[in-house]
């Protein structure tokens, strides 16, 4: 089963939890046990898990991401957002997650996160869930 999930961004560069939404969508599957992917088909946006207790960590790695790839640089990609690109392909493009007893096997300091890189924009995100119980 493959659900859709629209997102819409307001920065050049941010990251949005989807936490709630992903588990909703695996509630609404009633799945017991299986597996969970959350896919970004975008080139200049990501996915990752990461800790979602302290919003400074999401912030940080958007900063740190900055400096490794800051948005002015000697590019050869003549669109204007080489930077997205590079962020995109090092958060990656998407998450794999066990799904146990109906429920995302997350850890307690653990959250989804999309990535944002070349915003503001509508994006999409692809989230499959498969049983692994017929
Ligand atoms: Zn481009």
Known sequence: MINKLDIKTHSKTEFQEITSKVREMVRD??????????????????VMINEHAD???????????????PRQGKYKHTEGNAAAHIKSALIGTSVTLPVNYGELALGTWQGIFFGEFDGPRNREIMVTIITNSL
């Open 29 to 46: 599957s009633g799945i017991k046990s299986g597996i969970c992917v959350v896919y970004v088909p975008h080139t200049t946006a990501g």
């Open 55 to 69: 919003p400074d960590i999401v912030s940080d790695i958007l900063h740190q991401l900055e400096e490794i790839a």
